[in-house]
Structures are given as C-alpha cells and as structure tokens.
C-alpha cells in the first residue's frame, strides 16, 4: 500500500507540474507599438472646398471649326474656395505646374496619347483673370483674403497649339496648383 501512495503521490505532483506549466504558458502576452504622429504646424492656413481628388473642370464638346484666328476653342471659368482662413492670412499666392505641350509650352499638354491633336490647355488666374499660369511653374498669381476666407476664379481656355490643323479627339490636361498662405 505503500508502494500505492507513493504512486498516487508522484501521480498528483506529476498533475501538479503540468499545471503549473499550463498556468504559466497561460500568462497574458503583451505587445507594442510605436506610433509616429507627425504635423507641420503652421501660423497661417486655410480650409479648402475641393477635396484631395482635385476639381473637375468640363470644357463640354469643341468643335475643331470653333478655333478661329485667336486660336481659342472654348473658354470656360471656375473658382476654387477658401474658407476659416487664420486671422493672420492676408493672401493666397498660386502657382500652376504640370507638363507643357511640346509646340506651345505656356499651354498645358493634353496627356492623352491617342487624344485630339493640336489643342492645349491655357489657365489664366488672378483677381481678373489677366495673368497667364504656365507649366514651368515659373509665375504666380495672388489673392486677397477677406473676412478669413477667399474666392480664386481661374479662367481655362482651350487653343490651338500651332499652325497645324486641330484634330478630333478627347482631351485631358492635369494641371497641379499650389496654393501658399501669406
């Protein structure tokens, strides 16, 4: 009976460290992270109305006999808006880039490979529309904020890029603005 005990007993010290075993495999794991917050904090700023997408600006169908001798197909204005300036903004400065078309280079190119021929892109801005942007990125037009917020009208006009013939076809030009808070 001894013998039994003694079993019984290595039996449940045997129970006794698996259990242990277990309990201890059963402590709750942890884990980290690092989190990286960044931000460029800046005196002055404002909240655009156009979203990270860009603006869409229809120039609807041209006909290649709308381009007369002024070169210019269509015209067609559009305005972006800004709003909550902070009160230490006085005004907008905007600067236009992109590609350049290879015949006219003020005229922004149309990126489509297989897209109408002979026809670029041109955007004037300012508070009248007066200055030519150019894809070089070289110029800038500036606006006035008033009552912590500002309205900049564009003006796009599509023409004719040289003495060639315009041809038929779709046109997409991406123009990229950038807008600095003075």
Do not use: H
Not at 27 to 50: G, H, L, M, R
Not at 100 to 115: K, M, P, Q, Y
Request: negative net charge; proline residues 2%.
């Amino acid at each position: 009976m001894k013998f039994i005990k003694f079993k019984n007993a290595f039996v449940m010290g045997g129970i006794a460290a698996a259990m242990l075993t277990v309990s201890i495999g059963a402590q709750a794991a942890s884990e980290s992270a690092t989190i990286n917050i960044s931000a460029n904090v800046v005196a002055n700023t404002c909240t655009p109305d156009w979203t990270a997408a860009g603006k869409d600006v229809n120039m609807n169908r041209v006909s290649v006999d709308d381009f007369g001798s002024d070169k210019i197909g269509a015209t067609q204005r559009f305005t972006l808006n800004l709003t909550e300036c902070g009160a230490g903004t006085t005004k907008v400065k905007v600067t236009a880039s992109g590609i350049a078309d290879t015949t006219d280079s003020t005229l922004f190119s149309n990126t489509l490979a297989e897209g109408a021929s002979g026809v670029g892109v041109g955007v004037w801005g300012g508070p009248t529309q007066a200055t030519q942007l150019n894809p070089a990125g070289n110029n800038s037009v500036e606006y006035a904020v008033s009552n912590n917020a500002v309205n900049m009208t564009f003006l796009t006009k599509l023409m004719k890029t040289g003495t060639e013939a315009v041809t038929a076809g779709n046109l997409k030009s991406i123009v990229t603005l950038t807008v600095d808070y003075e």
